[in-house]
Protein backbone atom coordinates (compact mmCIF):
# COMPACT_ATOMS: atom_id res chain seq x y z
CA UNK A 1 0.00 0.00 0.00
CA UNK A 2 1.32 3.54 -0.41
CA UNK A 3 2.29 5.58 1.99
CA UNK A 4 1.14 9.13 0.68
CA UNK A 5 2.14 12.03 3.27
CA UNK A 6 6.18 10.41 3.35
CA UNK A 7 6.67 9.67 0.19
CA UNK A 8 5.43 12.43 -2.18
CA UNK A 9 8.09 14.90 -3.41
CA UNK A 10 7.34 18.69 -3.77
CA UNK A 11 8.33 20.36 -6.87
CA UNK A 12 6.24 23.17 -6.06
CA UNK A 13 7.68 26.81 -7.81
CA UNK A 14 7.01 29.43 -5.59
CA UNK A 15 3.50 31.23 -6.98
CA UNK A 16 4.80 34.78 -7.64
CA UNK A 17 1.76 35.87 -8.94
CA UNK A 18 -1.96 34.23 -9.34
CA UNK A 19 -2.94 33.07 -12.70
CA UNK A 20 -4.89 35.81 -13.94
CA UNK A 21 -6.13 38.25 -10.85
CA UNK A 22 -5.38 38.92 -7.18
CA UNK A 23 -7.87 41.47 -5.10
CA UNK A 24 -5.51 43.44 -3.35
CA UNK A 25 -3.60 44.58 -6.39
CA UNK A 26 -6.71 45.25 -8.50
CA UNK A 27 -8.59 47.31 -5.91
CA UNK A 28 -5.71 49.86 -6.65
CA UNK A 29 -6.87 50.12 -10.51
CA UNK A 30 -10.14 51.49 -10.41
CA UNK A 31 -12.24 54.35 -8.85
CA UNK A 32 -15.40 52.71 -7.36
CA UNK A 33 -18.83 53.96 -9.47
CA UNK A 34 -20.26 57.54 -8.37
CA UNK A 35 -22.40 57.02 -5.10
CA UNK A 36 -21.28 53.40 -4.38
CA UNK A 37 -19.03 52.12 -1.54
CA UNK A 38 -17.67 48.60 -0.46
CA UNK A 39 -20.03 46.49 2.00
CA UNK A 40 -18.14 43.97 3.67
CA UNK A 41 -19.64 41.23 5.73
CA UNK A 42 -19.41 37.58 7.31
CA UNK A 43 -21.91 35.52 7.23
CA UNK A 44 -22.13 33.19 10.71
CA UNK A 45 -24.45 30.11 11.97
CA UNK A 46 -26.31 32.05 15.05
CA UNK A 47 -26.04 28.58 16.84
CA UNK A 48 -22.31 28.55 17.01
CA UNK A 49 -20.78 31.66 15.67
CA UNK A 50 -19.08 29.49 12.88
CA UNK A 51 -18.43 30.91 9.35
CA UNK A 52 -21.42 29.58 6.67
CA UNK A 53 -18.84 28.93 3.84
CA UNK A 54 -20.30 28.63 0.33
CA UNK A 55 -23.48 30.43 0.70
CA UNK A 56 -25.25 31.99 -2.08
CA UNK A 57 -26.48 35.39 -1.41
CA UNK A 58 -28.74 38.05 -3.30
CA UNK A 59 -28.91 41.67 -2.99
CA UNK A 60 -32.47 42.37 -2.97
CA UNK A 61 -32.00 46.45 -4.17
CA UNK A 62 -29.69 45.85 -6.52
CA UNK A 63 -30.24 42.35 -8.02
CA UNK A 64 -26.52 41.61 -7.91
CA UNK A 65 -25.20 38.17 -6.24
CA UNK A 66 -22.29 36.78 -3.94
CA UNK A 67 -21.07 33.93 -2.91
CA UNK A 68 -19.07 33.60 0.57
CA UNK A 69 -15.64 32.12 0.48
CA UNK A 70 -14.49 29.28 2.68
CA UNK A 71 -14.53 32.25 6.18
CA UNK A 72 -18.07 33.14 5.47
CA UNK A 73 -16.91 36.43 3.78
CA UNK A 74 -18.41 37.82 0.74
CA UNK A 75 -19.08 42.37 -0.41
CA UNK A 76 -21.33 44.16 -2.45
CA UNK A 77 -20.97 47.44 -3.85
CA UNK A 78 -23.92 49.22 -2.72
CA UNK A 79 -25.69 52.85 -2.94
CA UNK A 80 -24.15 55.22 0.02
CA UNK A 81 -27.34 55.88 1.46
CA UNK A 82 -28.97 52.75 2.07
CA UNK A 83 -29.12 51.99 5.53
CA UNK A 84 -31.50 49.07 5.79
CA UNK A 85 -30.75 45.99 2.96
CA UNK A 86 -32.30 42.87 2.24
CA UNK A 87 -30.68 40.11 1.35
CA UNK A 88 -31.97 36.24 0.11
CA UNK A 89 -29.71 33.67 1.68
CA UNK A 90 -29.41 30.01 0.45
CA UNK A 91 -27.38 27.82 2.25
CA UNK A 92 -27.52 24.00 3.89
CA UNK A 93 -30.40 24.16 6.93
CA UNK A 94 -31.91 27.77 5.55
CA UNK A 95 -33.19 29.97 2.70
CA UNK A 96 -34.82 33.42 3.55
CA UNK A 97 -34.96 36.75 2.76
CA UNK A 98 -33.53 38.82 5.94
CA UNK A 99 -33.21 42.58 6.63
CA UNK A 100 -30.17 44.07 7.91
CA UNK A 101 -29.32 47.59 9.33
CA UNK A 102 -25.99 48.42 9.02
CA UNK A 103 -23.27 49.24 11.42
CA UNK A 104 -20.53 50.76 9.07
CA UNK A 105 -18.19 48.35 10.92
CA UNK A 106 -14.86 47.49 8.42
CA UNK A 107 -16.80 43.97 8.58
CA UNK A 108 -20.53 43.51 9.19
CA UNK A 109 -21.29 40.83 11.12
CA UNK A 110 -24.58 38.65 9.54
CA UNK A 111 -26.03 35.78 11.65
CA UNK A 112 -28.47 33.29 10.41
CA UNK A 113 -30.43 30.78 12.11
CA UNK A 114 -29.94 27.30 10.47
CA UNK A 115 -32.17 24.08 10.77
CA UNK A 116 -30.00 21.07 11.51
CA UNK A 117 -29.55 18.91 8.27
CA UNK A 118 -29.44 14.71 8.48
CA UNK A 119 -28.70 12.50 6.11
CA UNK A 120 -32.29 10.26 6.82
CA UNK A 121 -33.23 8.32 4.70
CA UNK A 122 -36.04 9.56 1.80
CA UNK A 123 -38.87 8.05 0.68
CA UNK A 124 -37.68 7.77 -3.20
CA UNK A 125 -41.04 7.96 -4.97
CA UNK A 126 -42.64 10.82 -6.03
CA UNK A 127 -39.45 13.16 -5.72
CA UNK A 128 -39.55 16.50 -7.37
CA UNK A 129 -36.56 16.89 -10.12
CA UNK A 130 -34.64 19.05 -7.33
CA UNK A 131 -35.39 16.60 -4.95
CA UNK A 132 -33.80 13.90 -6.43
CA UNK A 133 -30.71 15.86 -6.95
CA UNK A 134 -30.73 16.67 -3.59
CA UNK A 135 -30.92 13.22 -2.97
CA UNK A 136 -28.36 12.49 -4.74
CA UNK A 137 -25.69 15.08 -2.93
CA UNK A 138 -26.64 13.40 -0.18
CA UNK A 139 -25.57 10.11 -1.39
CA UNK A 140 -22.00 11.60 -2.39
CA UNK A 141 -20.38 10.02 0.72
CA UNK A 142 -22.11 6.70 0.35
CA UNK A 143 -21.65 6.10 -3.35
CA UNK A 144 -18.31 7.73 -4.07
CA UNK A 145 -14.62 6.29 -2.49
CA UNK A 146 -14.25 8.26 0.59
CA UNK A 147 -10.66 6.38 0.93
CA UNK A 148 -7.20 7.75 -1.04
CA UNK A 149 -6.83 5.24 -4.41
CA UNK A 150 -4.64 5.60 -7.56
CA UNK A 151 -5.84 5.91 -11.40
CA UNK A 152 -3.92 5.05 -14.08
CA UNK A 153 -4.40 7.39 -16.69
CA UNK A 154 -4.08 10.01 -19.46
CA UNK A 155 -4.20 13.95 -19.75
CA UNK A 156 -4.64 16.08 -22.78
CA UNK A 157 -4.13 19.96 -22.90
CA UNK A 158 -4.02 22.40 -25.97
CA UNK A 159 -4.98 25.96 -26.70
CA UNK A 160 -6.83 27.60 -30.03
CA UNK A 161 -6.01 31.14 -30.55
CA UNK A 162 -7.55 32.82 -33.10
CA UNK A 163 -8.96 30.35 -34.63
CA UNK A 164 -5.51 28.47 -34.78
CA UNK A 165 -4.87 25.01 -32.73
CA UNK A 166 -1.51 25.06 -30.64
CA UNK A 167 0.04 24.07 -27.43
CA UNK A 168 -0.60 20.47 -27.67
CA UNK A 169 0.27 18.21 -24.41
CA UNK A 170 -0.35 14.52 -23.94
CA UNK A 171 0.89 12.63 -20.60
CA UNK A 172 0.73 9.08 -19.78
CA UNK A 173 -0.39 9.27 -15.62
CA UNK A 174 -0.68 7.82 -12.22
CA UNK A 175 -2.63 10.10 -10.23
CA UNK A 176 -2.70 9.38 -6.57
CA UNK A 177 -6.45 10.93 -4.83
CA UNK A 178 -5.39 11.40 -1.29
CA UNK A 179 -9.37 11.88 0.18
CA UNK A 180 -10.34 13.80 3.06
CA UNK A 181 -13.95 13.66 4.71
CA UNK A 182 -14.85 16.55 6.93
CA UNK A 183 -18.40 17.70 7.76
CA UNK A 184 -20.34 15.10 5.16
CA UNK A 185 -18.32 16.46 2.42
CA UNK A 186 -15.60 14.32 0.10
CA UNK A 187 -12.23 16.68 -0.90
CA UNK A 188 -9.14 15.81 -2.50
CA UNK A 189 -5.76 16.48 -3.12
CA UNK A 190 -3.09 15.07 -5.39
CA UNK A 191 0.10 13.14 -6.25
CA UNK A 192 1.49 12.81 -9.73
CA UNK A 193 3.38 10.19 -11.56
CA UNK A 194 3.84 11.26 -15.94
CA UNK A 195 5.18 7.96 -17.19
CA UNK A 196 5.25 9.76 -20.47
CA UNK A 197 5.04 12.60 -22.09
CA UNK A 198 4.99 14.50 -25.56
CA UNK A 199 4.68 18.11 -26.15
CA UNK A 200 4.29 20.33 -29.69
CA UNK A 201 6.12 23.34 -29.99
CA UNK A 202 4.78 25.89 -26.82
CA UNK A 203 4.67 29.22 -26.09
CA UNK A 204 2.33 31.50 -24.10
CA UNK A 205 0.34 34.39 -26.19
CA UNK A 206 0.11 36.32 -22.91
CA UNK A 207 3.18 35.94 -20.71
CA UNK A 208 1.64 36.43 -17.64
CA UNK A 209 0.68 32.53 -17.97
CA UNK A 210 3.83 31.19 -17.19
CA UNK A 211 3.55 31.69 -13.50
CA UNK A 212 0.99 28.59 -13.04
CA UNK A 213 1.14 25.89 -15.25
CA UNK A 214 -0.27 22.74 -12.67
CA UNK A 215 -3.26 22.32 -15.40
CA UNK A 216 -3.65 18.66 -14.32
CA UNK A 217 -4.53 19.65 -10.90
CA UNK A 218 -6.67 22.36 -12.24
CA UNK A 219 -8.19 20.51 -14.09
CA UNK A 220 -8.96 17.57 -11.44
CA UNK A 221 -10.54 20.82 -9.06
CA UNK A 222 -13.25 20.92 -11.45
CA UNK A 223 -14.55 17.68 -10.41
CA UNK A 224 -18.00 18.44 -9.29
CA UNK A 225 -18.56 15.55 -6.72
CA UNK A 226 -15.46 15.89 -4.58
CA UNK A 227 -15.43 19.79 -4.92
CA UNK A 228 -18.87 20.10 -4.08
CA UNK A 229 -19.76 23.54 -3.06
CA UNK A 230 -17.60 25.10 -5.93
CA UNK A 231 -19.54 23.84 -8.47
CA UNK A 232 -22.81 23.11 -9.98
CA UNK A 233 -23.53 20.83 -7.21
CA UNK A 234 -23.81 23.29 -4.65
CA UNK A 235 -26.73 22.37 -2.83
CA UNK A 236 -26.63 26.38 -1.59
CA UNK A 237 -27.67 27.53 -5.03
CA UNK A 238 -30.11 24.96 -5.51
CA UNK A 239 -32.79 27.63 -4.84
CA UNK A 240 -31.54 29.92 -7.83
CA UNK A 241 -31.63 26.57 -10.16
CA UNK A 242 -34.60 25.62 -12.26
CA UNK A 243 -35.04 21.54 -12.71
CA UNK A 244 -37.17 19.53 -15.22
CA UNK A 245 -37.00 16.17 -15.82
CA UNK A 246 -36.39 14.99 -19.49
CA UNK A 247 -39.81 13.35 -20.28
CA UNK A 248 -37.30 11.93 -23.35
CA UNK A 249 -34.95 9.78 -21.41
CA UNK A 250 -35.49 6.45 -22.72
CA UNK A 251 -33.07 4.63 -20.23
CA UNK A 252 -33.51 3.49 -16.63
CA UNK A 253 -31.15 6.60 -15.00
CA UNK A 254 -33.05 10.04 -13.91
CA UNK A 255 -32.01 12.77 -16.68
CA UNK A 256 -32.58 15.58 -14.87
CA UNK A 257 -31.85 19.66 -17.22
CA UNK A 258 -31.11 22.49 -14.95
CA UNK A 259 -30.70 26.49 -15.39
CA UNK A 260 -29.11 29.24 -13.70
CA UNK A 261 -29.88 32.64 -15.04
CA UNK A 262 -27.94 34.70 -12.99
CA UNK A 263 -24.83 32.84 -11.88
CA UNK A 264 -22.74 30.34 -12.80
CA UNK A 265 -20.09 27.77 -11.34
CA UNK A 266 -17.88 28.26 -14.24
CA UNK A 267 -14.25 30.42 -13.31
CA UNK A 268 -12.60 29.87 -17.03
CA UNK A 269 -9.34 29.32 -15.39
CA UNK A 270 -9.86 32.38 -12.33
CA UNK A 271 -9.25 30.41 -8.80
CA UNK A 272 -10.32 33.58 -6.60
CA UNK A 273 -13.88 34.43 -8.72
CA UNK A 274 -15.60 35.02 -4.91
CA UNK A 275 -13.05 37.57 -3.76
CA UNK A 276 -13.54 39.56 -7.23
CA UNK A 277 -17.30 39.87 -6.99
CA UNK A 278 -17.87 37.97 -10.35
CA UNK A 279 -20.65 36.07 -9.50
CA UNK A 280 -22.79 37.29 -11.85
CA UNK A 281 -20.51 37.03 -15.03
CA UNK A 282 -22.33 34.45 -16.35
CA UNK A 283 -25.71 32.09 -16.75
CA UNK A 284 -25.14 28.31 -16.90
CA UNK A 285 -27.32 25.22 -17.72
CA UNK A 286 -26.69 21.45 -17.71
CA UNK A 287 -28.23 17.96 -17.40
CA UNK A 288 -27.30 15.66 -13.87
CA UNK A 289 -27.37 11.74 -15.17
CA UNK A 290 -28.53 10.09 -11.73
CA UNK A 291 -28.47 6.30 -11.18
CA UNK A 292 -31.99 5.01 -10.42
CA UNK A 293 -30.96 2.18 -7.60
CA UNK A 294 -28.10 3.91 -6.01
CA UNK A 295 -28.73 7.67 -6.42
CA UNK A 296 -25.19 7.90 -7.87
CA UNK A 297 -24.15 11.07 -10.43
CA UNK A 298 -23.08 8.92 -13.61
CA UNK A 299 -22.51 12.00 -15.96
CA UNK A 300 -22.72 15.70 -15.19
CA UNK A 301 -23.28 18.67 -17.93
CA UNK A 302 -22.71 21.92 -17.39
CA UNK A 303 -22.68 25.07 -20.36
CA UNK A 304 -21.72 28.46 -19.11
CA UNK A 305 -21.98 31.87 -21.77
CA UNK A 306 -21.17 35.40 -20.46
CA UNK A 307 -23.65 37.82 -19.07
CA UNK A 308 -23.41 40.51 -21.66
CA UNK A 309 -24.86 42.55 -18.94
CA UNK A 310 -22.01 42.06 -16.76
CA UNK A 311 -19.56 44.91 -15.63
CA UNK A 312 -16.26 43.90 -13.74
CA UNK A 313 -16.26 45.59 -10.45
CA UNK A 314 -13.48 48.63 -10.88
CA UNK A 315 -12.11 47.28 -13.67
CA UNK A 316 -11.25 44.38 -11.77
CA UNK A 317 -10.04 42.02 -14.66
CA UNK A 318 -6.97 42.98 -15.57
CA UNK A 319 -4.02 40.27 -16.19
CA UNK A 320 -1.33 40.63 -13.51
CA UNK A 321 1.34 41.34 -13.07
CA UNK A 322 2.25 43.13 -16.28
CA UNK A 323 -1.29 44.26 -16.53
CA UNK A 324 -0.65 44.77 -20.39
CA UNK A 325 -4.38 42.90 -20.73
CA UNK A 326 -7.70 42.72 -19.79
CA UNK A 327 -9.75 39.40 -20.19
CA UNK A 328 -13.21 38.58 -20.55
CA UNK A 329 -14.89 35.49 -20.38
CA UNK A 330 -16.95 34.32 -23.48
CA UNK A 331 -18.18 30.95 -22.51
CA UNK A 332 -17.07 27.46 -21.09
CA UNK A 333 -17.87 23.70 -21.23
CA UNK A 334 -17.82 20.84 -18.33
CA UNK A 335 -18.46 17.00 -19.25
CA UNK A 336 -17.88 14.91 -15.81
CA UNK A 337 -18.38 11.13 -16.40
CA UNK A 338 -18.35 8.40 -13.58
CA UNK A 339 -18.15 4.80 -13.69
CA UNK A 340 -18.86 2.10 -10.80
CA UNK A 341 -16.06 0.33 -9.53
CA UNK A 342 -17.52 -2.68 -6.99
CA UNK A 343 -19.39 -0.42 -4.71
CA UNK A 344 -18.03 2.48 -5.16
CA UNK A 345 -18.11 5.37 -8.25
CA UNK A 346 -15.02 6.53 -9.66
CA UNK A 347 -14.32 9.52 -12.02
CA UNK A 348 -14.16 8.30 -15.23
CA UNK A 349 -13.73 11.36 -18.06
CA UNK A 350 -13.43 14.95 -16.79
CA UNK A 351 -12.97 17.60 -19.52
CA UNK A 352 -13.00 21.27 -19.55
CA UNK A 353 -12.99 24.00 -22.25
CA UNK A 354 -13.86 27.65 -22.30
CA UNK A 355 -12.64 30.71 -23.90
CA UNK A 356 -11.48 34.33 -23.09
CA UNK A 357 -10.90 37.42 -24.97
CA UNK A 358 -8.15 39.11 -23.96
CA UNK A 359 -7.71 43.33 -25.00
CA UNK A 360 -4.84 45.51 -24.92
CA UNK A 361 -4.92 47.51 -21.73
CA UNK A 362 -3.54 50.67 -23.99
CA UNK A 363 -5.35 50.55 -26.76
CA UNK A 364 -8.69 48.54 -25.90
CA UNK A 365 -8.35 46.13 -28.91
CA UNK A 366 -9.06 42.63 -29.16
CA UNK A 367 -5.72 41.19 -29.27
CA UNK A 368 -6.51 37.26 -28.94
CA UNK A 369 -8.96 35.26 -28.35
CA UNK A 370 -8.01 32.00 -26.37
CA UNK A 371 -9.91 28.74 -26.28
CA UNK A 372 -8.15 26.34 -23.70
CA UNK A 373 -8.76 22.48 -23.64
CA UNK A 374 -8.13 19.83 -21.08
CA UNK A 375 -9.22 16.06 -20.81
CA UNK A 376 -8.30 13.64 -18.62
CA UNK A 377 -9.74 9.73 -18.55
CA UNK A 378 -8.78 7.06 -15.90
CA UNK A 379 -7.95 3.55 -17.19
CA UNK A 380 -8.54 1.87 -14.18
CA UNK A 381 -8.24 2.63 -10.46
CA UNK A 382 -6.27 0.80 -7.58
CA UNK A 383 -6.58 1.52 -3.83
CA UNK A 384 -3.03 -0.44 -3.57
CA UNK A 385 0.46 0.19 -5.25
CA UNK A 386 3.50 -1.21 -5.67
CA UNK A 387 6.17 0.06 -3.21
CA UNK A 388 8.79 0.43 -6.37
CA UNK A 389 6.25 3.38 -7.84
CA UNK A 390 5.92 5.35 -4.10
CA UNK A 391 8.77 7.86 -4.79
CA UNK A 392 7.69 8.91 -8.25
CA UNK A 393 5.05 11.26 -7.43
CA UNK A 394 4.81 14.87 -7.21
CA UNK A 395 2.82 17.51 -5.81
CA UNK A 396 2.51 19.63 -8.61
CA UNK A 397 3.39 19.43 -12.62
CA UNK A 398 4.74 21.81 -14.85
CA UNK A 399 4.00 20.12 -18.26
CA UNK A 400 4.19 22.92 -20.37
CA UNK A 401 8.13 23.63 -19.55
CA UNK A 402 9.39 20.79 -17.43
CA UNK A 403 12.00 18.33 -19.28
CA UNK A 404 11.38 14.98 -20.17
CA UNK A 405 11.88 12.21 -23.17
CA UNK A 406 10.35 11.48 -25.91
CA UNK A 407 9.93 7.75 -26.19
CA UNK A 408 7.69 7.51 -29.65
CA UNK A 409 7.30 3.02 -29.15
CA UNK A 410 5.20 4.39 -25.30
CA UNK A 411 2.78 5.95 -28.12
CA UNK A 412 1.55 3.26 -30.24
CA UNK A 413 -1.61 2.72 -28.67
CA UNK A 414 -5.36 3.70 -29.05
CA UNK A 415 -5.59 7.28 -27.01
CA UNK A 416 -9.19 8.29 -26.27
CA UNK A 417 -10.64 10.61 -28.88
CA UNK A 418 -10.86 14.17 -28.76
CA UNK A 419 -13.47 15.65 -27.09
CA UNK A 420 -14.19 19.60 -28.24
CA UNK A 421 -12.60 19.25 -32.45
CA UNK A 422 -11.25 16.84 -34.50
CA UNK A 423 -7.79 15.37 -34.17
CA UNK A 424 -6.98 15.80 -38.00
CA UNK A 425 -8.48 19.50 -37.69
CA UNK A 426 -5.77 19.76 -34.85
CA UNK A 427 -2.72 18.30 -36.54
CA UNK A 428 -3.04 20.23 -39.57
CA UNK A 429 -2.66 23.69 -37.53
CA UNK A 430 0.68 21.90 -35.54
CA UNK A 431 1.99 20.47 -38.76
CA UNK A 432 2.28 23.84 -40.27
CA UNK A 433 5.03 24.47 -38.39
CA UNK A 434 7.06 21.22 -38.82
CA UNK A 435 5.91 17.16 -38.65
CA UNK A 436 4.54 16.69 -35.19
CA UNK A 437 7.33 14.25 -34.69
CA UNK A 438 9.37 16.35 -34.64
CA UNK A 439 8.07 18.56 -32.46
CA UNK A 440 7.66 16.25 -29.63
CA UNK A 441 11.48 15.14 -30.21
CA UNK A 442 12.65 18.40 -30.34
CA UNK A 443 10.29 19.78 -27.55
CA UNK A 444 11.86 16.71 -25.00
CA UNK A 445 15.74 17.84 -25.42
CA UNK A 446 14.48 21.89 -25.10
CA UNK A 447 15.26 23.27 -21.63
CA UNK A 448 12.86 25.96 -20.96
CA UNK A 449 12.54 27.05 -17.56
CA UNK A 450 14.54 25.42 -14.59
CA UNK A 451 12.39 22.91 -13.09
CA UNK A 452 13.04 19.42 -11.97
CA UNK A 453 12.32 16.47 -14.65
CA UNK A 454 9.38 14.68 -15.20
CA UNK A 455 10.56 10.78 -14.96
Known sequence: MYTFNTRVKNIRLHKIVLRYFLTAML???????FGQNS??????????STPVAFAIVKMIETGNFAQT???????????QNL?????????IGFHDTIIYNRTHSAIEKIYINRSPVSLSQVNIKGLTAKETVKKAVDMIPINYSDSSFASFSFFRQYDKVNGVFKNLIEAQTVILFKIAFAKNRITSSYGFDIEQMRRSNFNFDIDDSKYYQNNIAELLDQNPVYNLLQG????????FYTFNFDTTNKTDDYVIKYSCSEFSSENHGVDNMRDLGWSGEGMEEGVFIIDR?????KKIERTAIRNKDFNYPKNNNWVLPSRHYYAEFVDGKLVAEFEKNKSKWFLKKLCHTYTNEYFKGATTTKEFTITE?????????????ASDRTDKFYLDTYLPSCDYTYNKSEWDKRLPPFQYYKKEDIYDDLNTQSPIEEQFEKSGKQHNVSTSPVR
Do not use: R
Not at 69 to 79: D, L, R, T, V
Not at 232 to 239: E, I, Q, T, V
Open 39 to 48: FKAILLSQQD
Open 232 to 239: SLNPNAFN
Open 69 to 79: NSKGEFHFQIP
Open 27 to 33: LSTGISA
Open 83 to 91: KKLHFEISA
Open 373 to 385: NYEWYSDSVTHFI
Open 293 to 297: KSFAF
